[in-house]
């Protein structure tokens, strides 16, 4: 069991857990910027699809879930538009799309490994290479079959060390833990990619239920819910705090509406005797480009667009990689 767990720990590291990206996608699906972004371009892309399968307007949109948001195009591109269209829409819940799409697509919705090992899948019958420059460090010429102990690993170095320094602990990490498998336990072993985030998805869930019109009062919601009427609202500005990254300010916000009333409040037909906040506020009053240097940053790839689509995370020698880090 010790080993076992082991390997899920070290699996990790590379491809994450289908929980952490459901919940990160979630929050996403709820930003303002986000919500306004798919909107904006989700049409013009299924207009274009048909004609040309990676023309400029796809391009674009792609390149805007990458910087914008952090979505990595590899997760998704070349799967069917109504698949991942459906699956990013922020009126969707992503958990209930078929199993096979997530866990296609959410290990690789924000990570991409700079460490993977290469995997001879046929025996050359001849290898020439000629190498070129002095190099960094020792190097030599020979086909890429490995013995039992050895291991030939594949470096990104567009990855910042940091990455590539944990990512290869971890590589080495599954290999001892493989090798406290018997062959009957390693066949048997299935990687566990889930990590239960059931707070953060209750208050995701008053947040969504805030949203409906009409739109419940935070009493309703926690009936609904059954929690006490000041859990609803604590559990709404945490929401706010994981979907936005800073606390909610809720006297600065009743300043704020009190000196220059939003619109979203003047259209609502529930705003007399209102004095709670709710998701639509925040997508009249946040700003896209607020949040783009924290989504770069946190994504943590310098890989462009371009790079991005010539890496294709459903290729047999990736794949290689997570069935085969020990073979001995």
């Not at 674009?60 to 538009?81: C, E, K, N, Q, T």
């Not at 039992?148 to 990512?167: H, M, N, S, T």
């Not at 926690?222 to 929690?227: G, P, T």
């Amino acid at each position: 069991m010790k080993n076992v767990e082991a390997l899920n720990k070290a699996f990790r590291v590379f491809q994450g857990d289908e929980d952490d990206a459901l919940l990160r996608l979630a929050k996403l699906k709820e930003r303002a910027d986000y919500r306004k972004y798919f909107a904006e371009n989700i049409g013009k892309v299924k207009a274009a699809y048909p004609r040309d399968k990676s023309g400029t307007t796809i391009r674009v949109f792609y390149d805007g879930m990458l910087r914008r948001f952090g979505i990595l195009p590899s997760s998704y591109a070349g799967r069917p538009i109504e698949e991942w269209a459906s699956f990013f829409d922020p009126l969707t819940d992503a958990r209930e799309a078929p199993e096979t799409v997530r866990r296609e697509i959410l290990p690789w919705l924000f990570y991409w490994p700079g460490v993977r090992e290469v995997v001879s899948l046929t025996r050359p019958d001849s290898v020439v290479t000629v190498i070129r420059g002095k190099g960094e460090c020792p190097r030599i010429v020979e086909d890429a079959e490995c013995e039992p102990y050895e291991r030939l690993y594949k470096i990104d170095l567009w990855k910042k060390p940091a990455q590539l320094f944990g990512e290869f602990k971890a590589a080495l990490a599954a290999v001892d833990a493989r090798r406290g498998l018997d062959p009957a336990e390693y066949t048997a072993w299935k990687q566990d990619r889930t990590r239960k985030r059931a707070e953060e998805w209750d208050h995701l869930e008053v947040w969504r239920l805030r949203r409906q019109v009409p739109k419940p009062t935070f009493p309703e919601i926690a009936k609904r819910l059954r929690i006490t009427p000041a859990a609803a609202k604590k559990s709404f500005y945490r929401a706010y705090e994981l979907i936005y990254g800073t606390p909610f300010d809720l006297e600065a916000w009743k300043k704020e509406r009190a000196g220059n009333p939003f619109q979203t409040c003047a259209n609502c037909p529930q705003r007399q005797g209102c004095t709670e906040p709710c998701p639509e506020i925040f997508e009249e009053k946040t700003s896209t480009r607020e949040y783009l240097t924290e989504n770069i940053a946190e994504s943590g790839d310098s890989h462009s667009y371009s790079e991005w689509l010539t890496l294709t995370c459903h290729s047999p020698a990736f794949f290689a990689f997570a069935s085969c880090s020990a073979n001995s």
